[in-house]
Structures are given as C-alpha cells and as structure tokens.
C-alpha cells in the first residue's frame, strides 16, 4: 500500500501543527516531485499558513486549492442541516489533489475553533 498523504491534526490550539507540517512538506520536497498542502478549514477565509506554505516552497498549486471553507462558512452550513455537503466537499477536493500531486499534506483544524 501506498503512503500519498499526512493528515496532521491535534486537540488544541498552538501544539506545534504549523511547524509540523513545515518540517513535513520541507522532507517532502526534498523526496518528491509534486507536494501539495490541503487545509480544509480555515479561521478565516484568508489564512496566513496557507500563504507562507504557498510562497515558501513554491508549491505547484493554485492557492484557492488550498482551503475551502472558513469557520464562518461552516457553521453557516452547519445552521442549515447540511453538514453532507461540507463532507462531499472536502471529500472531493481531496481525491483531486492526491490524484494530481505525489503526496499531499493535510492540516486539520484544532477543535476549539469549531
């Protein structure tokens, strides 16, 4: 079986994801050809982890790729009772990124914000 992606999660705020995930991509760069970095929830629609991971290594991606929902737009999806499309829609863009790129790296989001 075939290792193609990470999902890197915790518990809590501030444990050290964003420096995980640095370390991850850095050693997979450095193996692989195509890297691509998927946060599927973000606090804010404008996310500045994804930015630096997306300008520092230079990740062959468009960044809208990167993220799909802020917080906000979750619960507004969540207030409504459609919690199926959040999960089609991660679920998707997924299975587009790890057909397109080697590995993929995925950071959750702590549950706090949620």
Not at 18 to 27: D, P, S, W
Not at 94 to 111: E, N, P, T, W
């Amino acid at each position: 079986m075939k290792i193609s992606s990470f999902f890197i999660s915790s518990v809590s705020k501030d444990s050290g994801k964003f420096v995980t995930t640095i370390g991850l991509i850095r050693f997979l760069k450095a193996n692989f050809h195509r890297v691509a970095f998927f946060k599927p929830i973000t606090i804010d629609k404008k996310d500045s982890d994804i930015e630096f991971i997306h300008k520092y290594f230079n990740l062959n991606m468009d960044i809208s790729q990167m993220s799909l929902y802020s917080v906000d737009e979750v619960e507004k999806i969540l207030y409504n009772n459609d919690i199926n499309k959040i999960i089609s829609d991660v679920i998707k863009q997924y299975q587009v990124l790890i057909h397109k790129f080697d590995f993929v790296v995925v950071q959750g989001l702590a549950k706090e914000y949620i």
